[in-house]
Nanobody, 114 residues
Framework: QGQLVESGGGLVQAGGSLRLSCVASRDILSTFNSYVMNWYRQAPGKQREFVASITSSHTTNYADSVKDRFTISRHNSKKTIYLQMNDLKPEDTGIYFC?????WGQGTQVTVSS
């Protein structure tokens, strides 16, 4: 099973931007290309929630709370997905996880100060 490794989190002021990355380091290319890839997040004291997804043909889907602010993309030959987050709000604070099927990354912390 592939390993998912996230990076790019950090501390940013409200209105700022961050770009998260997730590399499926152990996947063979055909495996990565066949999967829908997802971003989830978990705020302190809350359940993990869906943020965005992207299919192998680059069809995307977003949670209503992030539409028009976040953009998910993928670079298949690099086995990598991205989450460009703009106009960040304090309520976007949480640990962001990369996911496909039943595989999860370790998460990367995003903190947005007001």
């Amino acid at each position: 099973q592939g390993q998912l490794v996230e990076s790019g989190g950090g501390l940013v002021q409200a209105g700022g931007s961050l770009r998260l990355s997730c590399v499926a380091s152990r996947d063979i290319l055909s495996t990565f290309n066949s999967y829908v890839m997802n971003w989830y997040r978990q705020a302190p004291g809350k359940q993990r929630e869906f943020v965005a997804s992207i299919t192998s043909s680059h069809t995307t889907n977003y949670a209503d709370s992030v539409k028009d602010r976040f953009t998910i993309s993928r670079h298949n030959s690099k086995k990598t997905i991205y989450l460009q987050m703009n106009d960040l709000k304090p309520e976007d604070t949480g640990i962001y996880f990369c996911n496909r099927a039943n595989a999860w990354g370790q998460g990367t912390q995003v903190t947005v100060s007001s």
